[in-house]
């Protein structure tokens, strides 16, 4: 059985299996330091972030190991644990007074999603669970714009070693639509609450399409962000901040040895809108050129927006064919272009909703899987 103590318990995506109910428990320290919160077991343990059997994928700073801070969308942790509880300490930056959203899943049950309300956040993510090993999965679903995480630590029976990550590797290119920006009304709909109250990084197509292939996954993304033209007020494209841990504020050198993917997709145009050809593909050209150095052997693909309508998505079409055309003869075979079936236009502001980016993911994952021969 599983008890709800109080505050925010946010539903989960849409696509949970109803059957099922996972029940987070929520408990928010007013005080700003990282300390273990008392479980009440005699078998609780408490272990730092910097401990060698938590896994963490994504953009992430270690300058302090103890608290490993995040910005990006999809920054994912994991961790195998023993017992029947598990519960985890995390940080917010509370940037503007602003709190991050997070999906939990435990094992293979459905995910959950809810939000942080404290700069230091103390989250029972499992209680009266079979005893026995479980893995528990923590993501980032807002962006950097949001403000930082920081992961502190975990209490629970034991921890155990968890398996290798998936040897495949996928980096995911893009702006709002692949930071899952206006995907999940399940708790705020459509205009209602903050901008960024219908973010789902975990349920959007990129972490979809990698989890389709038994992939590792990162997403490089800020919502508004183009290739020569951002929307919104933005004075940063994304060529200018790729090389950064935080690219919303063009902050941080991120050392790319860290992850280099097999295959890389750039969405990148809804918010450059139609532009001079000859520009807008000669930076492409140039983009493709500077993902090409980082990542030597990566297959990169080039994507039409998903949200584009009819006049951007031709457009965008001959775009991406001369660029894909002329890199390829110019002796890059590795370079490739996908165009979407149709328009995903019915979440929030235009962008894709949750079932849209299961349908996205479901094309994009078999033409990856197709082209890197991933059976």
């Known amino acids: 059985m599983y008890f709800v103590l109080n505050i925010i318990i946010l539903s989960a995506s849409k696509f949970a299996v109803m059957k099922y109910v996972l029940i987070i428990l929520v408990f928010f320290s007013s005080s700003h330091s990282a300390k273990s919160m008392p479980i009440s077991s005699d078998d609780a343990n408490y272990y730092t972030a910097d401990n060698p059997l938590i896994q963490y994928t994504g953009r992430i700073d270690f300058s302090n190991p103890k608290a490993p801070r995040f910005w990006s969308p999809g920054v994912y942790i994991q961790a195998g644990f023993t017992g029947t509880f598990c519960t985890i300490t995390i940080n917010d930056e509370e940037l503007y007074s602003q709190h991050n959203y997070i999906e939990i899943v435990i094992d293979d049950n ?3 999603r809810m939000q942080t309300t404290e700069k230091v956040n103390k989250i029972n993510a499992a209680v009266n669970i079979n005893d026995g090993k479980h893995i528990i999965t923590i993501c980032k679903n807002t962006e950097s714009g949001i403000g930082y995480l920081e992961f502190v630590g975990i209490s629970c029976s034991g921890l155990y070693q968890l398996p290798d990550k998936p040897a495949r590797k996928i980096e995911f290119i893009g702006n709002s639509i692949t930071c899952g920006a206006g995907s999940d009304v399940s708790v705020k709909p459509c205009g209602q609450g903050n901008w960024y109250d219908q973010h789902n990084a975990y349920m959007s197509y990129g972490p979809l399409t990698a989890r389709a292939l038994n992939a590792q996954w990162h997403l ?55 532009q001079d050809s000859v520009k807008f593909c000669s930076a492409y050209v140039t983009f493709i050129k500077t993902i090409r150095s980082k990542y030597p052997s990566a297959d990169i693909f080039c994507l039409t927006s998903p949200m584009a309508d009819a006049t951007l998505a031709a457009a965008m079409k001959n775009y991406l064919t001369g660029i894909v055309n002329y890199i390829n003869n110019s002796g ?6 996908y165009f979407y079936s149709r328009q995903y236009h019915n979440g929030c502001g235009g962008h894709p909703d949750l079932q849209e980016h299961g349908a996205i993911a479901k094309e994009l994952a078999a033409y990856i899987q197709k082209v890197m021969n991933w059976n």
């Not at 490089?220 to 060529?239: D, E, F, K, Y």
């Not at 919303?248 to 809804?270: C, E, H, K």
């Not at 890059?332 to 272009?337: L, N, P, S, T």
């Open 110 to 112: 459905p995910p959950v």
């Open 220 to 274: 490089s993304a800020v919502s508004g962000i183009g290739l020569i033209h951002s929307c919104c007020n933005m004075t940063i494209v994304m060529p200018e901040v790729f090389d950064k841990i935080n690219m919303r504020t063009d902050n941080m050198q991120w050392d790319f040895s860290r992850y280099i993917p097999d295959a890389v997709t750039v969405t990148l145009g809804q918010n450059d809108g139609i």
């Open 332 to 337: 890059d075979a590795k370079v490739h272009k």
